[in-house]
């Protein structure tokens, strides 16, 4: 079945750096657009950044560019979030999609992606 394993979540301070990972597995990773989002108690989960098939093409919230950047490595089944300046208005749950449908743009909300993984937490502190 299809599996996705994110990690890289922690602690950090405001500023800071941390990369976030997603491993994908039971699906044939490179006929998939990949996407992250995140998700603040209390708060719906929102979009942050999506990636093409063979990652030519990104898409970003607007709080998010200059700030992080999604890459991926199809040779690895992996994706991964790299998130910079941290701010404590950061702090969620983060989790990777992937979205079956090839799209001339990006999707960007949650119903559009097939599969989900269950999430890691990035806390920024003051």
């Known amino acids: 079945q299809v599996q996705l394993v994110e990690s890289g979540g922690g602690l950090v301070q405001a500023g800071g750096s941390v990369r976030v990972s997603c491993q994908a597995s039971g699906l044939t990773f490179n006929k998939y657009a990949m996407g992250w989002f995140r998700q603040a108690p209390g708060k719906e989960r929102e979009f942050v950044a999506a990636?093409?098939?063979?990652?030519?093409?990104?898409e970003y919230v607007d709080s998010a560019k200059g700030r992080f950047t999604i890459s991926r490595d199809n040779a690895k089944n992996t994706v991964y979030l790299q998130l910079n300046g941290l701010t404590p208005e950061d702090t969620g749950v983060y989790y990777c999609a992937a979205d079956s449908v090839w799209k001339v743009v990006l999707a960007t909300r949650p119903r559009e992606y097939d599969y989900w993984g269950q999430g890691t937490q990035v806390t920024v502190s003051l």
């Open positions: 990636i093409s098939r063979t990652g030519g093409r990104t």
